[in-house]
């Protein structure tokens, strides 16, 4: 059974610093594409970064330069290192994976992250 956890929201004043984990079970991240998205209120759940197998990365335009996803795969984590956050960034963010096999989609519970000006 495959479980993504997250952790390491919270609240921040802006400009701050937020480092975001998701671990996996059932499932090797090595092997998969990753994303984390987040979910502001009233507003749709948004792409904010990718990790690709081979370890390319992509980010929404908003957070180009700020954010930063990794994986290690010895943990079996990918983080979201979040600096100069902004009011905008506040939300739930959900880490993301795509079973390679059978395409199956798997969501975290999401962390908070909330950002005062």
């Known amino acids: 059974q495959v479980q993504l956890v997250e952790s390491g929201g919270g609240l921040v004043q802006a400009g701050g610093s937020l480092r975001l984990s998701c671990v996996a079970s059932?499932?090797?991240?090595?092997?998969?594409?990753v994303d984390w998205y987040r979910q502001a209120p009233g507003k749709q759940r948004e792409l904010v970064a990718s990790i690709a197998v081979g370890g390319s990365t992509n980010y929404v335009d908003s957070v180009k330069g700020r954010f930063t996803i990794s994986r290690d795969a010895a943990k079996n984590t990918v983080t979201l290192q979040m600096n100069g956050l902004k009011p905008e960034d506040t939300g739930a963010y959900y880490c993301h994976v795509r079973h390679p096999w059978t395409k199956q989609d798997y969501w975290g519970q999401g962390t908070q992250v909330a950002v005062s000006s």
């Open positions: 059932g499932i090797i991240f090595a092997l998969s594409n």
